[in-house]
């Protein structure tokens, strides 16, 4: 049998986030090195985790192969979402609260260096269908991981990351050097400015500021201050 292999995979991943009342939240995951992944009932797209069961599947009504096995493990899921891209409008729209949030590049080996050996990452799929639950040799997480592994052609411009976690919470990565920068969007609060600039110091990353010019958008450095604390080797 032939295996399925990724070659090419981006150097970098990025994720969107809004600031607004959660910016202690947001900041104190980046002090602490960790994603947070919410329920699939939480994110934007009614969609979420919508499959089809095969003819096969639906005579199965008991063990891990179960539709029922697969809906609980669905509902104890956490994902977060991330993408190849920091300048894609929308998202930053859509994401970061009206362009006033923060993109965070993330190194994607040191990200999965970090990560628990149960996390998964994947590239999502984007089709016209919901994707097809099989009476396969899957079990119930590899099943709801798929269900949560494809979206709606429309939403393809996203180039969407997924990290999944067994259950809802932090999904820690532990060094700090896994974050390698922080974008400011063109709106962000001076507070919440100041705030991120602190953060970046502490991580010793370059933040860099969101500047529009007509239909584009550039990035600029911000100062660097002396850095307070010396990152983990």
């Given at each position: 049998?032939?295996?399925?292999?990724?070659?090419?995979?981006?150097?970098?991943?990025?994720?969107?986030?809004?600031?607004?009342e959660n910016v202690d939240q947001e900041l104190d995951a980046l002090r602490e090195g960790y994603i947070y992944c919410p329920a699939f009932s939480a994110m934007n797209d009614p969609m979420e985790g919508t499959y089809r069961i095969s003819t096969r599947l639906s005579a199965n009504t008991g063990g891990d192969k179960s539709p029922a096995k697969v809906q609980t493990a669905l509902d104890a899921m956490g994902i977060a979402s991330m993408s190849e891209v920091f300048d894609h409008e929308p998202m930053w729209a859509h994401y970061a609260d009206e362009f006033k949030g923060i993109c965070v590049q993330y190194s994607l080996n040191r990200l999965l260096k970090g990560l628990a050996p149960d996390i998964a990452l994947t590239r999502m799929m984007y089709s016209e269908r919901e994707p097809v639950l099989l009476d396969d040799r899957s079990d119930a997480v590899d099943r709801a991981r798929l269900c949560l592994s494809s979206k709606t052609v429309r939403w393809a411009s996203e180039r969407e990351w997924r990290l999944f976690k067994l259950d809802q919470g932090p999904a820690r990565y532990g060094d700090a050097r896994a974050v390698t920068k922080i974008y400011l969007g063109s709106r962000i609060k001076p507070s919440d400015e100041t705030a991120v600039l602190d953060v970046g110091r502490r991580l010793d990353v370059p933040v860099v500021k969101m500047a529009i010019e007509a239909y584009a958008i550039t990035f600029k450095p911000l100062p660097r201050p002396t850095r307070l604390l010396r990152r983990p080797s």
């Amino acid at each position: 049998m032939a295996q399925l292999k990724i070659y090419a995979k981006p150097s970098s991943l990025y994720r969107y986030r809004g600031l607004d009342e959660n910016v202690d939240q947001e900041l104190d995951a980046l002090r602490e090195g960790y994603i947070y992944c919410p329920a699939f009932s939480a994110m934007n797209d009614p969609m979420e985790g919508t499959y089809r069961i095969s003819t096969r599947l639906s005579a199965n009504t008991g063990g891990d192969k179960s539709p029922a096995k697969v809906q609980t493990a669905l509902d104890a899921m956490g994902i977060a979402s991330m993408s190849e891209v920091f300048d894609h409008e929308p998202m930053w729209a859509h994401y970061a609260d009206e362009f006033k949030g923060i993109c965070v590049q993330y190194s994607l080996n040191r990200l999965l260096k970090g990560l628990a050996p149960d996390i998964a990452l994947t590239r999502m799929m984007y089709s016209e269908r919901e994707p097809v639950l099989l009476d396969d040799r899957s079990d119930a997480v590899d099943r709801a991981r798929l269900c949560l592994s494809s979206k709606t052609v429309r939403w393809a411009s996203e180039r969407e990351w997924r990290l999944f976690k067994l259950d809802q919470g932090p999904a820690r990565y532990g060094d700090a050097r896994a974050v390698t920068k922080i974008y400011l969007g063109s709106r962000i609060k001076p507070s919440d400015e100041t705030a991120v600039l602190d953060v970046g110091r502490r991580l010793d990353v370059p933040v860099v500021k969101m500047a529009i010019e007509a239909y584009a958008i550039t990035f600029k450095p911000l100062p660097r201050p002396t850095r307070l604390l010396r990152r983990p080797s």
